[in-house]
């Protein structure tokens, strides 16, 4: 009987040393299995630290907004391209995108009607020409077709950069497409009155790229949050619809003169 005992005793010791051996294994293999995820985890958050800490040194890199840029000749407040007298009694600033389709659909229905006050000698239209929607392409097309109507008001004067700037909005691409490539540019250009020996080289290499930077930025501080911005002596115009910006723009001129 007491052998007996002996051999049940042994049983149940041996089955309760298995029983703990089997709940050690199992929380040393739970403590690995924290280990190896924690260290995943560290990995990770390192790898994620460098790789971002690389995105905003390159992002810091491009971002160049607001370094000293020379101005094409010819510009007036430091970043338009003025259309008519300088002594016009009346100013009318007009912030456009050459990728913007709205600012292509003002220009369509508001040529006549600014030409007219300009023949007159009423009005001074200058054109603030940014890049809010380089985005809107694949080629930062806003950036390269104002640098290159930089590059014509530089090169050939006023007259031939405003032939530009309709011959652009006459010929504008879609939004989202990839612009105008630099030979159309250039092209057109021509098509204006540049020589093609003096608008090639700086249309290529984006000379005036950081000015368009510069003016873009400068923009926003005037609280243009949208284009087409249209200005009349500094007051901005309000409108809901196109037709609405052309009609509140021909009252603006008509109040300003008569006062």
Not at 77 to 99: Q, S, W
Not at 126 to 154: E, K
Request: with cysteine; glycine share 6%; net charge negative.
């Amino acid at each position: 009987m007491s052998k007996k005992r002996s051999i049940a005793t042994e049983k149940s010791n041996a089955r309760r040393a298995a029983e703990r051996a089997a709940a050690i294994r199992k929380e040393q293999e739970a403590k690995e299995r924290r280990r190896r995820t924690l260290t995943v985890t560290v990995v990770v958050l390192v790898v994620l630290t460098v790789l971002l800490g690389i995105g905003y040194a390159v992002q810091s890199s491009r971002d160049t907004t607001g370094q000293v840029a020379t101005p094409p000749d010819g510009v007036v407040e430091k970043y338009a391209f003025p259309f008519g007298d300088p002594t016009a009694p009346v100013k009318v600033a007009v912030y456009e995108d050459f990728m913007c389709p709205f600012c292509g659909q003002f220009e369509a229905v508001s040529k006549d009607m600014l030409e007219r006050y300009v023949d007159q000698g009423d009005v001074e239209v200058r054109y603030h020409v940014i890049s809010f929607l380089d985005g809107s392409s694949n080629t930062d097309y806003s950036t390269r077709a104002a640098n290159a109507a930089g590059v014509v008001l530089d090169t050939t004067g006023p007259e031939a950069a405003k032939k530009f700037h309709d011959l652009l909005y006459a010929n504008q691409p879609e939004e989202g497409s990839d612009g105008l490539s630099d030979d159309q540019l250039i092209e057109f250009a021509v098509e204006a009155g540049a020589q093609e020996s003096d608008v090639r080289q700086p249309i290529e290499d984006l000379k005036f790229e950081q000015w368009v930077k510069n003016a873009t930025e400068e923009s926003s501080k005037q609280d243009v949050a949208t284009t087409p911005t249209v200005m009349v002596d500094g007051e901005s115009v309000d409108f809901e619809t196109l037709d609405d910006l052309l009609a509140s723009t021909t009252d603006a001129i008509e109040s300003a003169l008569n006062n």
